[in-house]
């Protein structure tokens, strides 16, 4: 599965406060790890954010430091989709899950985070431990969501995932037909419909439950006229909402021309038209159609990942400022930001360390560091 937070670039930003960390905040973290260690001989419960917490960020309009944390459950994946370093990288991938214990260590960071998004590079629903973390980042006040590729949905895991709370649940598509899709090896069209169905039918059976459906689309640049028929598709399945994205992340050289880079003014004016046209038609039938394309004026000094307001932990704890940064991989990534990990140090500490602010100091300074420099997230709207 590709992954990338687009899903949750939906999400409405509240009233902006400045993302300030002091010692008490790490000194929280030193605490909770403690208690969690002995936690787990007496069974004592982690507390809830209090009445004035609730208060301040639901009601007073109060904004959490972290717009959101991106966390990689599982690095697995049933797919072989051409365009993703799980497949051109098969050979020196690492399939793991990220364990319980791990995950109750992002404690602090989900104290200070509006949503957490439950994915990586894999399907996060193959992680056994999927729903108690969605617990666990629900009673820390997080909105939480996820993308899945949708092969393991049937009616029992649906129950699950509409009585969990999630409040976005997105699917990944590469077209709008088997043929379009065809790049998702592994991963059927049809049967990614009859996934999101079967969800469907489970949530409109519990009109309380507040559970939007998106699809989470990918654009080749080979197959962009496809995306003409995702309105239609969203309207006959019943899905709230789209986000469009392209390839950002190349994995290898014969890629390349199935992204848009922001010197490629011609393609750019191109899929700009053809999304445009395509967002009319959303509007018509009611549906939600979110997209953006790089913008060769843009200035390169901010990043659509938002990585000033986010951050990105891998299954094995590693902290990095987004998932383009951080494969699960063996092979040598000139690309690889890893700037501290969770199960060794205080993850707040990571985020205010030299080395990551640096990385973001560089971005917004005009200056990137060498991962940033081709990403076409630098210029995109």
Same mark, same amino acid.
């Given at each position: 599965m590709l992954a990338g937070a687009s899903v949750i670039m939906l999400e409405q930003g509240r009233r902006a406060c400045s993302p300030t960390y002091s010692v008490s905040a790490a000194d929280e973290w030193k605490e909770f790890a403690m208690r969690y260690r002995l936690s787990a001989r007496s069974g004592n419960k982690i507390g809830e954010p209090g009445l004035w917490e609730t208060v301040r960020d639901h009601w007073l309009g109060w904004r959490r430091p972290f717009d959101w944390i991106q966390v990689e459950v599982t690095s697995r994946c049933p797919g072989s989709c051409t365009y993703c370093p799980h497949t051109t990288m098969r050979a020196e991938w690492h399939s793991r899950d990220?364990?319980?214990?791990?995950?109750?260590?992002?404690?602090?960071?989900?104290?200070?985070?509006?949503?957490?998004?439950?994915?990586?590079?894999?399907?996060?629903?193959?992680?056994? /431990?999927?729903?108690?973390?969605?617990? @666990? *980042? =629900?009673? %820390?006040?997080?909105?939480?969501? !996820?993308?899945?590729?949708?092969?393991?949905?049937?009616?029992?895991?649906?129950?699950?995932?509409?009585?969990?709370?999630?409040?976005?649940?997105?699917?990944?598509?590469?077209?709008?037909?088997?043929?379009?899709n065809a790049s998702r090896h592994g991963v059927e069209f049809d049967r990614v419909c009859e996934a999101l169905s079967v969800l469907q039918t489970v949530r409109r059976a519990r009109p309380a439950v507040h559970l939007e459906i998106h699809?989470?689309?990918?654009?080749?640049?080979?197959?962009m006229e496809a995306v003409r028929g995702l309105p239609g598709l969203m309207h006959r399945l019943g899905v709230d909402a789209a986000v469009v994205s392209t390839l950002d992340y190349i994995p290898s050289l014969e890629l390349e021309p199935?992204?848009? /880079?922001?010197?490629?003014?011609?393609? @750019? *004016? =191109?899929? %700009?038209?053809?999304?445009?046209? !395509?967002?009319?038609e959303a509007r018509r039938l009611g549906v939600g159609f979110h997209w953006g394309l790089p913008r060769p004026e843009a200035s390169g000094t901010s990043c659509k990942e938002k990585i000033d307001r986010s951050l990105y932990v891998g299954a094995d704890g590693s902290v990095s400022p987004c998932v383009y940064v951080n494969l699960p991989a063996a092979a040598f990534d000139p690309r690889r930001r890893i700037f501290g990990n969770v199960r060794e140090q205080d993850p707040l500490r990571i985020w205010e360390g030299g080395e990551c602010r640096r990385f973001r100091d560089r971005l917004a300074g005009g200056d990137p560091d060498f991962p940033c420099m081709k990403c076409p997230k630098r210029f995109s709207t």
């Open positions: 990220m364990d319980m214990e791990t995950f109750t260590l992002l404690w602090p960071l989900m104290r200070r985070a509006g949503r957490v998004h439950l994915q990586g590079w894999g399907e996060p629903l193959l992680n056994p /431990a999927f729903f108690a973390m969605s617990a @666990l *980042a =629900r009673k %820390a006040g997080c909105a939480v969501s !996820t993308t899945t590729c949708g092969l393991t949905m049937n009616e029992e895991l649906a129950v699950k995932v509409v009585e969990a709370g999630l409040d976005i649940v997105a699917f990944s598509l590469a077209g709008t037909d088997a043929a379009s699809v989470a689309y990918l654009m080749l640049a080979s197959t199935e992204g848009f /880079a922001p010197h490629e003014a011609g393609k @750019l *004016a =191109r899929a %700009a038209a053809l999304l445009r046209e !395509t967002e009319i």
